[in-house]
């Protein structure tokens, strides 16, 4: 059991990342594909599959590489169980000048730093990625 699922998930992307891996396997919940959406939204990744056997649900998220390089160079968890991090619409910090993007998980779903800004949605701020 994980206390902390969106950090695995970070950590897996991260390490298939540093070895080059094409695609990553996480366990699926429903905010991992939110997460995912994003995150494919965003051009970070190709795509993703889900892949069921049995009770277990898999997702199987393919990687996006230009020239070799992975394009996500960075990934941080901000909003930790031990301490959750919230930010008002107006106060949603910019990563990298807006070159990577802060997810933000708010009442209409997890949304990216852009996303939430144009609607006017705070929220818990899960993680940076550059």
């Known amino acids: 059991m994980h206390t902390d699922p969106i950090a695995d998930y970070l950590t ?13 396997d996480v366990p699926s919940s429903i905010m991992k594909r939110s997460l995912t959406e994003v995150l494919i939204a965003n051009k970070f ?9 049995g009770a277990k649900k898999t997702l199987r998220i393919s990687l996006r590489y230009s020239d070799g390089e ?3 160079s ?8 031990g301490l959750r991090v919230y930010e008002s619409a107006e106060s949603i910090p910019r990563v990298f ?13 997890i949304l990216s730093d852009r996303e939430a800004r144009q ?12």
């Open 70 to 72: 992975s394009v996500i």
């Open 12 to 24: 897996r992307v991260r390490n298939a990342v540093k070895a080059h891996h094409k695609k990553v």
């Open 74 to 81: 960075g990934l941080e968890r901000i909003s930790k169980p």
């Open 119 to 130: 609607q006017k949605l705070g929220g818990e701020v899960m993680c940076y990625i550059w």
């Open 45 to 53: 990744f190709n795509g993703y599959e889900e892949i069921v056997d």
């Open 97 to 109: 000048n807006g070159l990577g993007i802060a997810v933000i998980s708010t009442s209409k779903g």
